[in-house]
């Protein structure tokens, strides 16, 4: 159905500022449903932020405004700017898409925050 690819993981200090990337393999259509989850050991991924199709934004109490979501439909990409990193934003982070049918997930993107 679509394939997708996330990037931009690395090490940040604490406090500092990452952004993840998410390319689709085809088109994002406009009503499509977007999000990030993250999964950290020894529990269940969790919805950090999410896109309705109509532009409807959601996020996990944890992040506290200090991430966002958004998406180009011109070059297929969902973004996830994440601002102020604590011990609390590590983990796997995975893209996902639903248009109908299940859902679709990335492979996983490690995000590390350095102490």
């Known amino acids: 159905q679509v394939h997708l690819v996330e990037s931009g993981g690395g090490r940040v200090e604490p406090g500092g500022s990452l952004t993840l990337s998410c390319v689709a393999s085809r088109p994002l259509a406009t009503s499509e449903q977007m999000a990030w989850y993250r999964q950290v050991p020894g529990k269940e991924r969790d919805s950090v932020a999410s896109m309705t199709h109509d532009g409807i934004k959601g996020y996990g109490g944890a992040v506290k405004g200090r991430f966002a979501i958004s998406r180009d439909i011109a070059t297929n990409t969902v973004y996830l700017p994440m601002n102020g990193l604590t011990s609390e934003g590590p983990g796997l982070y995975f893209c996902?898409?639903?248009?109908?049918?299940?859902?679709?997930w990335g492979q996983g993107l490690q995000v590390p925050v350095s102490s």
């Open positions: 996902t898409a639903f248009l109908g049918g299940p859902f679709t």
